[in-house]
């Protein structure tokens, strides 16, 4: 048990004689121009007895100065695991008190053991011992939500693999006298290697979804992950089919794998509170360790059950693997939601800055956390005038007051805000709805995107309050006079809005924790419009 000490000058401490003889020498206290009467100490030696009582044996001469009845608090105060205890002497031992006064301990107790507590002393220390091997010392409240989750999910996930590497060595024939050593070997170096080659090419193309759409790619390839652990399944079935279900299976798996490797350093960084990013990312590697030989303790222990009948243990897969997978995905994603990213994406920063518009305070990671969800979906931004950050697209319909908006542009605007019209995919349904377009200069920094976006929503708040009267507008593209006049109006007062919110939005931003340096943006996100001036 590893103990801090802390020092506090709230109550002085208790006069201790010294061992030695004095000198009769007479001091003056501040307050008093009165000697104090020596003291005479005893000559015995130095003993620690069993209840530490002092070994200072004294008395006081008579005198005008008493001996103090009640107990002295000492200034040493010991923070152990769970129990704040400061040092009381009564004269006569020393004990160690609780902060709210109760269930005082001698130390007399804490150093003989209590054979009646013996055992739950154990307990309570085998417990730490096990924390400490399996959690970070310094993390979020909500990492043992997660690292619930994540048992559940390495458990059946790892179980799930046993079964489908032992399903794809009875497809190649291994353990069977018609086996072909050379043949299985070389499918098993083919799937590989397209597998790895197929990593590469997903890594290369999608890396920024990593940042961006973190919990989303994450979740999708599990997904994928456990498809594929259906298609390794079935090649027992489909043994002429060997090498292109597994590598079908081995490139989903080493696509998933990629994700898991790529994202799990920022989902690390999350819990780390105190730049312990080492020790969380090591704590990691041991529970997927434990816990996938627990997931392997359950594989072995239903091929042992059912080792007396070929046949059941053969189906055996197929039963187990809808419902291993289920808990798998389940598991994932509810360790997902436990998982607060601090860092900035459009998708976050508008969440943030929706509720500061409506409400006035900034949401904390853990709220935006909650909204965001997984979005596996991808259902954000699909509500009235979603705003999307990039260039106006040219197949779109684009109203005359986004023109007219480009044509008044300044050299010392770093970013302007227009509308487009979104028409839907389906012909059937022919449905035509509003957006909002920020569009950002070359050159621009992050101020200017969270003021641009802060604007935006300013915007979004006026339309929405005046939706019938923007619905009627939309048939003629506000094309009339008085639609651009209103229109300009509410662009430069959502603008002197923006500015006025931008510093306290952002002090509050860093207040609760968001990472402000940066925005995470897409590749689309990231188009930047230049000026050209005259």
Not at 381 to 400: E, M, S, Y
Request: with cysteine; charged share 15%.
């Amino acid at each position: 048990m590893q103990f801090s000490f802390n020092f506090s000058a709230s109550n002085p401490p208790p006069y201790f004689p010294f061992p030695w003889k004095s000198h009769k020498t007479n001091f003056l206290t501040p307050s008093l121009d009165k000697p104090i009467i020596p003291i005479k100490p005893s000559l015995n030696p130095l003993t620690l007895s069993n209840s530490l009582k002092t070994s200072l044996n004294y008395e006081f001469q008579r005198g005008n100065l008493d001996e103090p009845t009640s107990p002295a608090s000492l200034p040493v105060v010991i923070l152990g695991s769970g129990a704040v205890l400061r040092y009381i002497w009564d004269r006569s031992e020393l004990k160690l008190v609780s902060v709210d006064g109760n269930n005082a301990v001698s130390l007399k107790s804490l150093l003989i053991s209590d054979f009646e507590d013996g055992f739950g002393k154990l307990f309570r220390m085998c417990s730490l011992g096990v924390r400490n091997f399996f959690l970070p010392r310094q993390v979020t409240g909500n990492y043992l939500q997660y690292v619930r989750w994540k048992l559940l999910h390495r458990v059946f996930s790892s179980a799930l693999q046993v079964l489908a590497t032992q399903a794809m060595f009875r497809a190649i024939g291994v353990g069977y006298s018609c086996s072909l050593p050379s043949a299985a070997a070389l499918n098993w170096v083919l799937k590989d290697g397209l597998g790895r080659l197929s990593r590469c090419i997903y890594t290369a193309s999608l890396a920024y979804a990593f940042d961006t759409n973190l919990k989303r790619v994450r979740f999708s390839t599990s997904v994928l992950f456990s498809l594929s652990i259906g298609i390794e399944l079935l090649t027992p079935a489909y043994p002429q089919y060997f090498l292109l279900l597994a590598t079908i299976a081995n490139i989903a798996k080493q696509i998933s794998l990629a994700c898991y490797l790529a994202t799990g350093t920022a989902i690390h960084q999350s819990f780390a509170v105190a730049d312990n990013l080492g020790e969380v990312s090591a704590k990691a590697q041991i529970q997927t360790v434990c816990f996938d030989n627990l997931g392997l303790m359950l594989a072995a222990a239903l091929n042992i059950l059912f080792k007396n009948n070929q046949r059941l243990q053969a189906g055996l897969p197929f039963v187990v693997y809808p419902i291993f997978s289920a808990i798998d995905l389940i598991g994932i994603y509810q360790g997902l939601k436990h998982v607060h990213l601090q860092t900035l994406t459009k998708d976050r920063l508008e969440i943030i800055i929706t509720k500061w518009v409506e409400l006035g305070c900034v949401p904390s990671p853990a709220d935006v956390s909650k909204v965001e969800g997984v979005n596996f979906m991808r259902s954000n931004g699909r509500g009235l005038w979603p705003i999307r950050i990039g260039c106006l697209n040219p197949k779109r319909q684009i109203p005359r007051l986004s023109m007219t908006t480009m044509q008044l542009l300044k050299g010392e605007d770093m970013y302007f805000v227009c509308l487009e019209i979104i028409c839907s995919r389906l012909a059937a349904t022919h449905q035509v709805s509003q957006g909002i377009v920020l569009c950002v200069r070359e050159g621009s920094c992050t101020a200017d995107v969270v003021m641009g976006l802060l604007q935006a929503c300013h915007i979004r708040k006026a339309m929405l309050s005046g939706r019938c009267r923007w619905e009627d507008n939309l048939g003629a593209c506000y094309d009339s006079s008085s639609v651009l006049r209103h229109w300009f109006e509410l662009v430069e007062d959502s603008k002197q809005c923006a500015h006025r919110d931008f510093t306290l939005l952002n002090d509050q931003m860093l207040e609760v924790g968001w990472a402000c340096r940066n925005i995470l943006l897409s590749t689309e996100e990231q188009a930047r419009y230049s000026f050209l001036h005259g």
